[in-house]
């Protein structure tokens, strides 16, 4: 996946590769290179692997020890100390600049496997707007960085050919690995570094490096970041590794046992934060970290811990210093920053934190603490400052506690004293008039404290030394604070390495030790600490949190390292293992093929196979064999394709995610383009998808394949108002269906509408739809893009339609198109006003989020979008609404996206198969729909059908030969294919009574109940049975009448059925619940059981109607 950049790998011209593309995250394996026009999908051998274990992965992130630039212009010249790598193509002329880098990752055991390895270089400028290619050489001539030019490799010694040229003293000959197409900049691009990485572990001392030479017909000049640019944008190789069950140990007498400690203290994984991470906060599964240069905290989302995710970094208004520190304080986070002051963000959604200021110090902010609404800030050179922040965005200082003799590195508060570690010692500040705080005692300690945390009666204190002093002489010092005045140390414990770093949960502290890693002590006697675990970490350990048995590590260079500190299992599990469980036998055979890229059925909570297994069989799993892919480019992004779609597959399937739902093969649609036929034109059924939309309405629709069909009406100026009296009739004979007002209804192309028009325009709609079918759904008209800009159309909607009709809008389902465009315009003249333009109505507006072509094609772009909208929906009291993209697509050509239609193509599929697997997979609990699983989106629609490619891109069929499926097509229905499996759904889509009113006297009631099955799979008999009164409290059985079936849906009329009893006498105004129960008996097996039940609602002499709430379309 992109990961949130813009990357673009690309094959070299003429050649094809071909890829071996398998679930398993073991990466996209490279198996053949061969000159081949063919695109076919090979067949794959027939083999039914049995499922192994996975290894454990270690992924680490290096940084050159390294790099500079050679340039034949300046022969002579040595770049060694630039802070930048440039490259330069001369039209005619080999390259004139390359840049040599070098990793050392000798710390990896040459005995792992490399699983992936990304070589990334971040973009900084360039000299025109020409392109050219990366072509990387594994170098096998050492080199000096300080010494090597264009001749010379070092101070004493030549190249053999000028440049690094010579084959093979200088360099290899072949690519190491595809070439990597540039053509912008303040980006970063991603190469596929797995043969170099692999080389470089198994040979250490053979690591030369790597040539980054450019190529291609242009004069042109790129520059990179080198390692000493700026730290956030140095180069990178992110290597991920496995070791094998059987990796040398050291000699034991005794075998050496799963756990070597009574805690697990397994390293689950480290992400990146683009920083350097010296310190982190965790809460509800979000990391937020301090991470260093340029004053930024970034939040990682852990809540998956093999898996974590790097989230957008939140805008900053002002240049920062080095974020040392942060602290939590409700819906705020406050970040300490040496040289910078004090950071404020809003973190209500931890997955787009918002700054919101700056407080400037007069010192050098390390540490920051806050109690209340008062912030205290370790100020190092000027002491301590204590901060009013009741209103965040306006900070002001109360106080400065003068400290300037004793350069303070942290602070911890209880409200009453402030807890300051300083270069001394201990301090203890009063500060319960923070106006006039006072100093109330201190206690020297050994080494240099650092860090502090105050619990109880006893702080806790890191004193490993700052960035600039490390020492392992204090370790941690456990001080009695109970007396302010009298402190004393009572425990300690001085691990091997520097302690920087300290958190106290229960009876354990958790120590980040440096390059030791981590500690962890059992604490519940101070005095006398005991070792509970260590566990080494890829970076060095600065800073840590504890949350649920995890320890969040503040990783240095690394980043954020996730271990896990649970309590070691006290028997071995027999059971299937799981990621963190290690097996307790091997598996006679190992698997020459690994699961296909190809989704298949999501799994349930539990992770049993689709088969329900006897009680007495042990459940087995057989994975689809894999299938070969001939690909003449490789892929855009950050992330291999590999190793997004494990971490997509990674995602908890949510609780009751098959409640809405008997197939995932439901929520898939397409829209038709009526231009070029009806949907009845195409073989739909070789699709597997639940809906479709032809952007009209209809009184009899056609539903091959047992396809719902939306209904859109149209808000255009030259199609509203509508034919009402064939809405009427189009509503009238289409119950329960769903109902979307306007197409892109912001859009000047299609609805063009200003808010207050489409206010106006939906409330009419609204009233017209419920009045004649009050179990229709209606949706809000999807807008191009949920960008920030259309989201502020759509507030204005709301208001306007608050305004009109003096209540809430109301929205059955939420609605929204995601076609990544550019927002621009338009106006006459404009030269890059292409894409959706801004929404109509928004006065003064002019242009909103700007994307590029390439950024059409781009999963990281359309899954930020999702989560955004979701996010909006919740904070506006939406949440328990679905919501649905009724259209979403690649509507750019293929060769606008790549230079070849057939690369292009690919780049199509790929955002295919990403944003399949992550509209089955987002879950929130925060923000998701609750009634599914929590999921983001609920059913989705492709763009298009049948469209023709000189009007907008992913047409699943030929637009003029509708036998003839296109290659999307083909990869939709792969996809497809195994998440399809007919369901019953059965549900109580009316009930009417007669008479309709009671009476005081008995009478003879008839109750009467349409019965529909939403599903695909016709069902066998059943029982209705009829209640008065809520059968789940208390309710009478009045009557019980057997069905002999109901077909799937659309292939026959919904089945009614009827009863007739006497009921009792009623007084005036009393109210009866007549209930009708579908399948009372449980018979049929059934998707979801949530709309078996129907009511109706009477009261005696007066009509009294009531309806229950029914999802007779889930949408």
């Known amino acids: 996946g992109a990961g949130g950049t813009d990357e673009v790998w690309v094959a070299p011209a003429q050649e094809v590769y071909e890829y071996l593309v398998t679930r398993a995250a073991i990466g996209v394996s490279l198996l053949a290179a061969k000159p081949d026009d063919s695109t076919a999908v090979l067949p794959a051998p027939n083999i039914t692997p049995t499922p192994t274990p996975l290894p454990t992965l270690h992924t680490r992130t290096f940084y050159p020890v390294a790099d500079t630039t050679i340039s034949s212009e300046q022969w002579y010249d040595n770049f060694g100390d630039d802070h930048t790598l440039r490259v330069r193509t001369k039209r005619d002329l080999p390259s004139v600049k390359a840049a040599p880098i070098r990793f050392d990752l000798s710390s990896i055991p040459t005995y792992a496997t490399v699983i992936t390895a990304e070589l990334r270089l971040y973009s900084l400028g360039q000299s025109n707007t020409a392109w050219l290619c990366l072509d990387l050489y594994r170098l096998n001539r050492p080199w000096d960085e300080r010494q090597a030019t264009w001749d010379r490799a070092t101070a004493d010694t030549l190249w053999a050919v000028p440049g690094a040229n010579g084959v093979p003293h200088d360099r290899e000959g072949t690519l190491a690995t595809v070439r990597c197409w540039v053509q912008s900049v303040d980006r970063w691009y991603t190469m596929n570094g797995k043969t170099l990485a692999q080389y470089w572990v198994n040979n250490p001392d053979k690591n030369a490096g790597v040539l980054v030479k450019p190529s291609g017909g242009s004069s042109v000049e790129y520059q990179f970041a080198s390692r000493e640019g700026e730290p956030d944008k140095r180069p990178q190789l992110v290597v991920s590794y496995a070791l094998p069950d059987n990796a040398p140990t050291p000699a034991t007498p005794t075998a050496t046992p799963e756990y070597a400690w009574?805690?697990?203290?397994?390293?689950?994984?480290?992400?990146?934060?683009?920083?350097?991470?010296?310190?982190?906060?965790?809460?509800?599964?979000?990391?937020?970290?301090?991470?260093?240069?340029?004053?930024?905290?970034?939040?990682?989302?852990?809540?998956?811990?093999?898996?974590?995710?790097?989230?957008?970094?939140?805008?900053?208004?002002?240049?920062?210093?080095?974020?040392?520190?942060?602290?939590?304080?409700?819906?705020?986070?406050?970040?300490?920053?040496?040289?910078?002051?004090?950071?404020?963000?809003?973190?209500?959604?931890?997955?787009?934190?918002?700054?919101?200021?700056?407080?400037?110090?007069?010192?050098?902010?390390?540490?920051?603490?806050?109690?209340?609404?008062?912030?205290?800030?370790?100020?190092?050179?000027?002491?301590?400052?204590?901060?009013?922040?009741?209103?965040?965005?306006?900070?002001?200082?109360?106080?400065?506690?003068?400290?300037?003799?004793?350069?303070?590195?942290?602070?911890?508060?209880?409200?009453?004293?402030?807890?300051?570690?300083?270069?001394?010692?201990?301090?203890?500040?009063?500060?319960?008039?923070?106006?006039?705080?006072?100093?109330?005692?201190?206690?020297?300690?050994?080494?240099?404290?650092?860090?502090?945390?105050?619990?109880?009666?006893?702080?806790?204190?890191?004193?490993?030394?700052?960035?600039?002093?490390?020492?392992?002489?204090?370790?941690?010092?456990?001080?009695?604070?109970?007396?302010?005045?009298?402190?004393?140390?009572?425990?300690?414990?001085?691990?091997?390495?520097?302690?920087?770093?300290?958190?106290?949960?229960?009876?354990?502290?958790?120590?980040?030790?440096?390059?030791?890693?981590?500690?962890?002590?059992?604490?519940?006697?101070?005095?006398?600490?005991?070792?509970?675990?260590?566990?080494?970490?890829?970076?060095?350990?600065?800073?840590?949190?504890?949350?649920?048995?995890?320890?969040?590590?503040?990783?240095?260079?690394?980043?954020?390292?996730?271990?896990?500190?649970?309590?070691?299992?006290?028997?071995?599990?027999?059971?299937?293992?799981?990621?963190?469980?290690?097996?307790?036998?091997?598996?006679?055979?190992?698997?020459?093929?690994?699961?296909?890229?190809?989704?298949?059925?999501?799994?349930?909570?539990?992770?049993?196979?689709?088969?329900?297994?006897?009680?007495?069989?042990?459940?087995?799993?057989?994975?689809?064999?894999?299938?070969?892919?001939?690909?003449?480019?490789?892929?855009?992004?950050?992330?291999?394709?590999?190793?997004?779609?494990?971490?997509?597959?990674?995602?908890?399937?949510?609780?009751?995610?098959?409640?809405?739902?008997?197939?995932?093969?439901?929520?898939?649609?397409?829209?038709?383009?009526?231009?070029?036929?009806?949907?009845?034109?195409?073989?739909?059924?070789?699709?597997?998808?639940?809906?479709?939309?032809?952007?009209?309405?209809?009184?009899n629709p056609p539903h091959p394949a047992n396809l719902d069909y939306v209904h859109v009406v149209s808000v255009h100026h030259d199609k509203y108002p509508p034919d009402w009296n064939r809405l009427a009739q189009a509503i009238a004979a289409n119950p329960g269906a769903l109902w979307i007002i306007g197409n892109e209804p912001e859009g000047v192309w299609q609805g063009n509408r200003t808010p207050a028009e489409y206010a106006l325009i939906y409330g009419t709609l609204y009233r017209f739809i419920k009045a004649r079918d009050h179990t229709a759904q209606v949706a809000i008209g999807g807008v191009i893009e949920p960008t920030p800009l259309r989201l502020q159309w759509l507030d204005q909607v709301m208001a306007q339609y608050q305004a009109l009709y003096g209540q809430k809008m109301p929205v059955d389902v939420w609605n929204i198109h995601v076609q990544i465009l550019r927002e621009k315009g338009p106006w006459p003249g404009c030269p890059d006003c292409w894409g959706a333009g801004v929404p109509v109505g928004l006065t003064g507006v002019t242009q909103g989020r700007l994307y590029e072509i390439e950024d059409n094609a781009d999963p990281a772009i359309f899954r930020q979008l999702v989560r955004e909208f979701r996010q909006w929906m919740n904070a506006r009291g939406e949440r328990n609404k679905p919501l649905i993209i009724s259209e979403y697509g690649v509507l750019m050509p293929s060769d606008y996206l790549a230079p070849t239609v057939e690369e292009g193509n690919l780049l199509v599929k790929r955002f295919m198969t990403e944003t399949f697997d992550y509209l089955r997979t987002a879950v929130d609990t925060s923000i998701g729909y609750p009634a599914d699983g929590n999921r983001l989106v609920q059913r989705w629609l492709w763009y298009s059908l049948n469209d023709a490619p000189f009007n907008f891109n992913g047409g699943l069929f030929a637009h003029d030969n509708p036998a003839q499926m296109s290659t999307f097509g083909q990869h939709l229905a792969e996809y497809t294919a195994p998440l399809q499996a007919p369901f019953a759904d059965l549900a109580v889509r009316a009930v009417t009574l007669t008479p309709n009113v009671l009476r005081s006297s008995a009478l003879t009631l008839t109750a009467r109940a349409e019965i529909v099955n939403l599903g695909t799979q016709a069902t066998g008999p059943f029982v209705v049975a009829f209640y008065e009164g809520n059968p789940q409290s208390g309710g009478v059985l009045k009557a019980q009448v057997p069905v002999a079936g109901v077909a799937a849906r659309y292939d026959a009329a919904p089945v009614s059925v009827e009863a007739s009893w006497t009921t009792g006498p009623c007084a005036a105004g009393q109210v009866r619940g007549i209930y009708v129960v579908v399948d009372s008996a449980n018979a049929v097996a059934e998707s979801n059981e949530a709309n078996n039940t129907g009511m109706r609602a009477v009261t005696a002499h007066a009509p009294f109607v009531r309806y229950l709430p029914m999802a007779l379309r889930r949408y």
């Open 262 to 699: 009574p805690l697990k203290m397994r390293v689950l994984s480290t992400t990146s934060t683009e920083g350097f991470a010296y310190n982190v906060r965790a809460r509800g599964g979000y990391a937020f970290i301090a991470n260093g240069p340029l004053g930024n905290m970034r939040v990682v989302d852990a809540r998956i811990p093999t898996s974590p995710v790097l989230l957008p970094k939140a805008p900053n208004t002002t240049a920062g210093g080095i974020a040392h520190s942060v602290f939590l304080l409700g819906n705020l986070a406050l970040t300490g920053e040496r040289t910078g002051g004090m950071r404020i963000y809003d973190i209500t959604n931890p997955d787009s934190a918002a700054f919101v200021t700056r407080f400037i110090t007069s010192g050098s902010a390390k540490g920051v603490a806050a109690y209340g609404n008062t912030a205290y800030i370790a100020d190092e050179y000027s002491g301590l400052q204590i901060v009013n922040i009741t209103n965040p965005r306006s900070p002001t200082l109360i106080k400065t506690f003068n400290m300037s003799n004793f350069f303070t590195e942290a602070v911890d508060t209880d409200g009453s004293y402030a807890y300051v570690a300083a270069r001394q010692g201990l301090f203890v500040i009063n500060v319960r008039n923070p106006y006039s705080p006072r100093y109330e005692g201190s206690i020297p300690l050994p080494g240099y404290p650092y860090a502090v945390q105050k619990v109880g009666n006893l702080a806790y204190v890191a004193c490993g030394g700052s960035g600039e002093i490390p020492s392992k002489e204090g370790g941690l010092q456990i001080v009695d604070v109970s007396t302010p005045n009298a402190l004393r140390v009572v425990g300690s414990y001085r691990p091997s390495t520097p302690v920087l770093g300290v958190r106290v949960a229960g009876n354990r502290a958790y120590l980040a030790a440096y390059d030791g890693g981590i500690v962890v002590l059992d604490v519940t006697d101070p005095a006398s600490p005991v070792l509970l675990g260590e566990a080494d970490t890829p970076g060095q350990a600065w800073g840590i949190d504890v949350e649920d048995d995890l320890a969040y590590v503040a990783d240095g260079p690394a980043g954020l390292t996730l271990v896990d500190v649970g309590p070691v299992p006290t028997e071995t599990p027999t059971a299937t293992p799981t990621a963190t469980d290690t097996p307790t036998a091997t598996p006679t055979e190992t698997p020459t093929a690994t699961p296909t890229l190809t989704p298949t059925p999501a799994p349930t909570a539990t992770d049993t196979p689709t088969a329900t297994p006897t009680p007495t069989a042990t459940p087995t799993v057989t994975p689809r064999p894999p299938y070969r892919l001939i690909l003449p480019l490789i892929w855009r992004g950050a992330e291999s394709p590999a190793r997004s779609q494990a971490k997509a597959q990674s995602l908890p399937e949510p609780a009751g995610a098959q409640a809405l739902y008997g197939s995932e093969a439901d929520r898939f649609g397409v829209g038709v383009n009526p231009v070029y036929g009806r949907i009845t034109d195409y073989d739909v059924a070789r699709l597997h998808i639940g809906w479709y939309s032809d952007w009209s309405y209809s009184v």
